[in-house]
């Protein structure tokens, strides 16, 4: 049966976003907050409409955007070769191991002074920095999925004749350790996204962060809150319409939906 428009807006979840917008209403009423330190609700609608309408708004988020892509893109994928690679070998894992919690230990954004002296000012020290941020959460989460596995399943899998490594690593290791890779894309898009915003603010000539950092030095807080609030959406966005249906998907084929079912 379908459900009614009215009776979806009354969703828990929607409570919360209410009292907040509620509260940001009527604060002005019991507080005289400069406008540059808190807009108006009206304000920062307008302001936001403004800058869809210059076409601002989208040339910023398409800067941003096509970062995080290419960034997460080599950071995730190095992540998850370089985890499964140190799963299948004892001798790889000993020698790489120390190295990678060395680095890890060092903040992804640490890396912006270097990162700004190897590559510049531009997309290069943000792709760099955000590729390092996103390789070492899927590292470790494809770790840890492939830990997971029962020894069990490779009993299993030996007993049906699969002994080549190849038929281990397909059979097993992959489906065992992707409930973990998967935790660690949607973890590594995460902290990417919001690293991304924070890196373009010192290094980049453009993009979401660069435009918050621009109005700010103009007090234009109804920019910096419009920007603010894209960024929130874009991740809801992101997560619940690309990375959640592929979670479900991709565990259900394997018969983990009570593993990351919610």
């Known amino acids: 049966m379908k459900v009614p428009a009215w009776r979806r807006l009354l969703r828990p979840g929607a409570v919360p976003v209410a009292l907040v917008l509620l509260g940001w209403l009527a604060l002005p009423y019991f507080d005289h907050i400069p406008q540059y330190k808190l807009p108006h609700l009206a304000q920062v609608g307008s302001d936001l409409w403004g800058l869809a309408r210059s076409g601002a708004l989208w040339a910023a988020l398409g800067d941003s ?32 191991m120390p190295v990678i919690a060395f680095f890890n230990a060092i903040a992804g954004i640490a890396w912006i002074p270097m990162a700004i002296v190897w590559f510049g000012f531009g997309s290069g020290p943000v792709i760099f ?25 490779y009993d ?3 007993v049906l004749g699969g002994y080549r490594r190849l038929t281990m690593v397909r059979e097993v290791l992959v489906p065992g350790a992707m409930v973990g890779v998967l935790s660690g894309l949607r973890t590594g898009l995460a902290f990417a996204w919001r690293a991304l915003v924070a890196v373009e603010m010192i290094a ?17 807080g109804a920019t910096v809150v419009s920007v603010i609030l894209v960024i929130g ?14 979670e479900r998907v991709t565990v259900r084929r394997w018969g983990m939906v009570g593993q990351t079912d919610f």
Do not use: C, H, K
Not at 130 to 152: C, D, K, M, Q, R
């Open 65 to 96: 955007m096509g970062r995080l892509g290419t960034a997460f893109v080599l950071g995730a994928a190095a992540g998850v070769l370089v985890g499964l690679a140190v799963t299948l070998s004892r001798s790889l894992n000993d020698f790489l």
């Open 204 to 220: 980049a000539s453009n993009g979401l962060g660069y435009l918050s950092i621009q109005a700010s030095r103009v007090f234009d």
């Open 156 to 158: 299993a899998v030996r």
């Open 129 to 153: 920095v955000i590729a390092n941020n996103v390789f070492f959460i899927v590292l470790y989460n494809t770790l840890l999925g492939a830990e997971s596995i029962p020894a069990i399943m």
């Open 233 to 246: 959406a874009v991740w809801v966005v992101m997560d619940r319409v690309l990375l959640r249906p592929i």
